[in-house]
């Protein structure tokens, strides 16, 4: 009896199977590596290397190992390349979503928590988001993850399927130093990078209608996302009510220059930030109420400002040497 955490070798995935471990939840994770980094599993976590596209290869995972659930991380998931790239998006995040559902079916799991995203709200009407605000991606990979929260809808409609979705916003920091955020396009590893190197980071537009002038954000500690799966997962395998969709939001944000001033505290290094333009499409402010996550999820922000930047800089430290 355990739970295939797909993209178990990835930045979050590693996290979440840090949080089944913690909980004595057995589980087993399955990735092909592309993105993900195999010493991110610890042992005694068995590992299966394999493609979510291998149907037979997922039925076998699925039926060797007594899995009775499933935390679907796997995906492509660069929003502004995947403009670019639109068929892979679809084949990585939607027809591969399809695969594991179908093999999911065929050995009877039942439970699936999945791993969405903000990007299905696109540039919301409102700067506070809720389940309730309107979807409206404007990138594939936005619009796949849409496409694969209908797929768990419309499965658990034909079948005995249970699930939820959880929707991402910014996910940062460390639980430990050996997991660091390898993403070319996230603002914390670019930043910290940017400062290990020795080059000055910069802020993209200083003229929004905000506090300070630079755009807000939700930023959430992966530690604490990863603990929310934990209580999905459980409250699945209860049979407890869960709603088809979360947020996983502070409720308030953080500005980018907010960020670089918690960067230079807590890593020590005095920096003023360049200023450039604004990037096309950059709204000034999004951030999302968790009120629904906290109520069923155990969803709580137990990590401030400083402890993101502490653990993400204490990864890129690591992953220097």
């Known amino acids: 009896m355990s739970w295939l955490v797909t993209g178990g070798a990835g930045y979050i995935g590693a996290h979440v199977v840090d949080a089944f471990r913690a909980a004595d939840l057995p ?16 042992d005694d976590v068995p590992f299966v290397r394999a493609d979510l596209l291998d ?30 790239r639109p068929l892979h998006t679809y084949t990585q995040n939607v027809t591969a979503t399809v695969t594991l559902l179908r093999e999911m079916e065929a050995a009877g799991v039942e439970r699936l928590v999945f791993s969405s995203s903000a990007a ?14 309107p979807t409206g991606p404007e990138s594939p990979y936005g619009e796949s993850k849409l496409v694969g929260e209908w ?15 959880l929707r991402y916003f910014n996910v940062v920091g460390s639980g430990r130093p050996e997991l660091y955020d390898a993403s070319p396009h996230n603002l914390f590893p670019l930043v910290l990078a940017a400062l290990a ?51 996983l939001g502070s409720g308030d944000g953080v500005s980018v220059r907010e960020i670089m001033g918690a ?4 890593t020590g290094v005095d920096f ?36 993101m930047v502490a653990g993400a800089w204490a990864a890129q430290q690591r992953l220097a040497r």
């Open 27 to 42: 589980c087993v994770v399955l990735d092909d590596l592309s993105t993900g980094v195999e010493a991110f599993v610890p």
């Open 55 to 84: 149907g037979a290869a997922v039925g076998a995972a699925l039926r060797e190992h007594g899995v009775t659930g499933v935390v679907h991380l796997a995906g492509f998931k660069y929003a502004g390349v995947s403009v670019q």
């Open 120 to 133: 299905v709200y696109g540039t919301p009407p409102t700067d506070v988001v809720t389940e309730q605000t």
């Open 151 to 165: 797929l768990l809808r419309d499965a658990a409609r034909a079948g005995g399927l249970r699930g939820t979705s």
């Open 197 to 247: 190197e020795g080059r000055t980071p910069r802020i993209n537009g200083t003229d929004y209608p905000t506090p300070d002038g630079t755009c807000v954000r939700d930023y959430v500690h992966v530690a604490d996302l990863a603990r929310s799966h934990v209580a999905a997962a459980r409250r699945l395998a209860a049979g407890d009510p869960v709603d088809p969709v979360y947020n």
């Open 263 to 266: 960067v230079a505290r807590v």
């Open 272 to 307: 003023t930030p360049e200023e450039a333009d604004r990037r096309p499409g950059d709204p000034a402010r999004i951030v999302a109420r968790g009120d629904l996550a906290a109520r069923d999820l155990d969803w709580a922000m137990r990590h401030s400002l400083d402890d």
